[in-house]
């Protein structure tokens, strides 16, 4: 069970801060995605965090200004979101997989549980 949170709506240059939290999972021992995906588009890859969390990914449409982390403690991912643009607005959603090697990670389908979604809008 993910549950997502922390949509909402900000300005074009903002940020925003979103949060998986697992229940019944210990979030260290499954690579996790973020994944969005806008109406009529298909969905898109944002950011991945490798099982035990040495390595991450990004697309090329956001590095630089997204940044996924973990906290054990806390069972918890983050997808910190910097200098937002419009396009970025979409249903967001986090992913875990528990065999997701390095080269599947920007492919939901490699990934056994989603979150709920949460909405971020960004205004121009």
């Known amino acids: 069970q993910l549950q997502a949170s922390g949509g909402g709506l900000v300005q074009a240059g903002g940020s925003l801060r979103l949060s998986c939290a697992a229940s019944?999972?210990?979030?260290?021992?499954?690579?996790v995605g973020w994944f969005r995906q806008a109406p009529g588009k298909d969905r898109e890859f944002v950011a991945a965090l490798t099982r035990g969390g040495g390595s991450t990914r990004y697309p090329d449409s956001v590095k630089g200004r997204f940044s996924i982390s973990r906290d054990n403690a806390k069972n918890t991912v983050y997808l910190q979101m910097n200098i937002l643009k419009p396009e970025d607005t979409a249903v967001y959603y986090c992913a875990a997989g528990e065999r997701v090697i390095m080269s599947s990670l920007p492919h939901f389908w490699s990934y056994d549980y989603w979150g709920q979604g949460t909405q971020v809008t960004v205004s121009s």
């Open positions: 019944g999972r210990t979030f260290r021992n499954y690579a």
